[in-house]
């Protein structure tokens, strides 16, 4: 009888262990970051407090009504210099296959290969933007989002970025 009653209490609290640590999971909502990773000699995890101690810039794009909407973030050229992408002077031969594979966190991906980001080969500047009109991004659009000028469709600005991935396009 003593036996099975501990047993008793002893799934009880078993129960209430698994809810209370469901409960504390979904409360506890996790900071948002992208990571970068792939063809890196560092892997980043950057949070918004990471981003905002990296150089700002501005950069405008067209949304899907035509209307154009201005950002400040950081150049995604730096970030990935950061991680020790090849760039710059390195960015020749087989370097030029390379890709970056941008992901949103609702799975949505777009590439972008790396002489389109490069300084050395545009002058256009793609930036991870964390900042519209002094404030951070709406839900649904930020923390983080991909903000690519010059072109006549906004698909390729990745909402809620998630990661940068680099990537071999042989693979
Ligand atoms: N994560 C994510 N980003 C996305 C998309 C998406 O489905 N998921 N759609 C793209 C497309 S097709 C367009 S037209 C633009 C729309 O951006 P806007 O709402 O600022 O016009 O977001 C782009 N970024
Ligand atoms: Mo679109």
Do not use: C, W
Request: proline share 4%; hydrophobic share 45%; glycine share 6%.
């Amino acid at each position: 009888m003593k036996k099975r009653y501990l047993s008793f209490i002893f799934l009880i609290a078993m129960f209430f262990a698994v809810t209370s640590e469901n409960l504390f999971a979904q409360n506890s909502s996790k900071e948002a970051v992208v990571k970068v990773e792939g063809e890196v000699l560092k892997t980043l995890t950057l949070s918004l407090s990471d981003l905002a101690k990296m150089p700002h810039v501005e950069a405008s794009m067209k949304n899907r009504e035509g209307q154009i909407q201005k950002y400040s973030g950081v150049p995604v050229i730096e970030i990935l210099k950061q991680a020790g992408v090849t760039l710059g002077k390195e960015l020749k031969g087989e370097n030029l296959t390379k890709y970056m594979l941008v992901r949103g966190s609702d799975g949505y991906e777009v590439v972008f290969s790396l002489a389109e980001l490069d300084s050395a080969f545009t002058n256009r500047v793609i930036i991870l933007a964390d900042q519209k009109d002094g404030k951070p991004l709406a839900d649904g659009v930020g923390p983080f989002r991909l903000v690519v000028p010059d072109e006549n469709r906004p698909a390729r600005s990745v909402l809620e970025v998630s990661h940068l991935i680099v990537r071999f396009a042989k693979d």
